[in-house]
């Protein structure tokens, strides 16, 4: 019973095209997260959502838009695609308040290969 | 904002012998400071953390410690085995509070010869 559970695993398209990745947690985390971890396995957060409150957004493009329906979910559609979004994105989620809520449990990875 | 620095970029370790990992952080408010193992086309898990209120922690074969004054902490492991070999990624935040970001180091690439 997978904990953070992210799809797809591996997306491959081309430049310009509009694209979702969806993630679900079953932990009743309050918190979640998008990472993006480059080839260089560089690990940085995008966004984080709180009770389905955008929380923190780092200066990401606005070609990518979260959008979190309830707290338990949270999906990422990145539009007009670039060759530089190539990179494996991470969900993760987190307990609320002030206890673990930094304590992160991530997904399994969606990798978008950008042709 | 925080910056995290980790070093080295790659280590490489006969089985057997310890390794140490060592990270240095910007901001003195941060007070968290987890360490997180990915292996090989996994997702990142967390292994290890501490808070600023001790100056190390140990669990089986891998410690942690901390030095608040100085802004750096380590990884240690001992007796390394082949399955130790991944990549290890420190971070630090504020402990508590959804606003707060983990800012994650650039990772060390542990490989552990058998």
């Known amino acids: 019973d997978t904990a953070v559970s992210q799809t797809p695993k591996y997306l491959v398209t081309q430049m310009g095209n509009d694209k979702s990745i969806k993630c679900e947690q079953n932990l009743g985390h309050d918190t979640m997260y998008w990472y993006k971890q480059d080839s260089k396995k560089f690990l940085k957060i995008m966004f984080s959502?709180?009770?389905?409150?955008?929380?923190i957004n780092e200066t990401v493009p606005n070609r990518f838009s979260p959008k979190s329906p309830d707290k338990a979910h949270l999906n990422l559609h990145i539009n007009s695609l670039e060759l530089g979004d190539s990179a494996v994105y991470f969900c993760?989620?987190?307990?609320?308040?002030?206890?673990?809520?930094?304590?992160?449990?991530f997904g399994a990875g969606s990798r978008l290969t950008v042709l | 904002g925080e910056n995290v620095e980790q070093h080295p970029s790659t280590l490489s370790v006969q089985e057997g012998d310890s390794a140490v990992i060592k990270c240095t952080y910007s901001?003195?408010?941060?007070?968290?400071f987890p360490w997180y193992k990915q292996e090989l086309g996994k997702r990142p898990q967390l292994i290890i953390d501490i808070r600023s209120n001790v100056g190390e922690k140990k669990d089986q074969r891998i410690a942690v410690t901390l030095n608040k004054t100085a802004k750096h902490f380590s990884l240690h492991i001992t007796e390394t085995q082949p399955e130790d070999s991944a990549v290890y990624f420190c971070a630090a935040s504020l402990y508590g509070g959804a606003t707060n970001k983990l800012i994650f180091g650039t990772g060390t690439l542990l490989a552990v010869q058998p």
């Open positions: 959502y709180n009770n389905k409150e955008l929380i």
């Open positions: 993760a989620s987190s307990p609320g308040g002030t206890l673990g809520a930094n304590v992160l449990t």
């Open positions: 901001d003195s408010a941060s007070n968290y």
